[in-house]
């Protein structure tokens, strides 16, 4: 993406999708050029909230695949960096805050666009692309438009796919702990006592007896 200093700022994107110029400002943030942003003037933090911009309109135009695409290549990136996990270094303290006083609104149109563009299985690939890079990031909006707008048997076939992500899952294996953790979630969300209590056995064996019992506890004390 380009900057042109006129009376303001203009941008103006230079290569031939939104797509592709995200990818190159990765490109280029995780080759260094972005390096220590916070201190040279903030122009990739401009970008990314351009970028941003330019997404929701493609939003407003029901141009959802295209704008999945570019939500995920954005906001995954943009975990990783957030936490320290890229090689991209913009020296934020809380880069997701910095870009946006409500991120999770990002995050409920991303799932949106996800909702309305993939069929189940394709869907599960991206709900597992994103609950591994979560982390220490958490929203409410995911799981909320997963359950307003699918279907309860839709909703179900995808926890099940999602599921079999976690099979032979040992203590080692985090991406698969988040992801019974992200179904936990839904669950509670639901409601469903004996399912997410199910879930919590999934890890016997995993974790000490100890560690499953505060999970199941965890329920009682949000009723």
Avoid at 15 to 28: A, M, P, Q, V
Avoid at 124 to 133: S, T
Avoid at 196 to 220: A, M, N, P, T
């Amino acid at each position: 993406m380009k900057i042109t200093k006129k009376v303001m700022h203009y941008y103006k994107l230079t290569k031939e999708t939104l797509e592709k110029d995200i990818d190159n400002f990765i490109s280029d943030a995780r080759k260094g050029v972005f390096s220590w942003d916070s201190k040279y003037g903030g122009e990739a933090l401009k970008i990314i909230k351009q970028y941003f911009k330019f997404i929701q309109e493609k939003f407003e135009k029901k141009e959802f695949e295209e704008c999945a695409k570019c939500y995920k290549k954005l906001i995954l990136f943009l975990f990783d960096a957030s936490a320290g996990r890229d090689e991209a270094c913009f020296g934020y303290e809380d880069l997701l805050a910095k870009i946006s006083k409500d991120f999770d609104s990002l995050i409920k149109k991303y799932f949106i666009c996800l909702v309305k563009v993939y069929p189940c299985e394709k869907l599960a690939n991206e709900c597992y692309d994103y609950i591994v890079k979560l982390k220490e990031s958490g929203f409410d909006s995911d799981k909320k438009i997963l359950i307003e707008y699918l279907k309860k048997d839709k909703l179900y076939n995808l926890i099940n796919m999602l599921l079999l992500k976690t099979r032979g899952m040992t203590k080692k294996d985090e991406d698969k702990h988040d992801v019974i953790y992200f179904l936990m979630e839904i669950f509670d969300e639901l409601g469903e006592k004996e399912k997410y209590l199910d879930l919590c056995k999934r890890f016997e064996g995993v974790f000490s007896e100890k560690e499953v019992e505060y999970l199941k506890k965890e329920y009682e004390e949000d009723e």
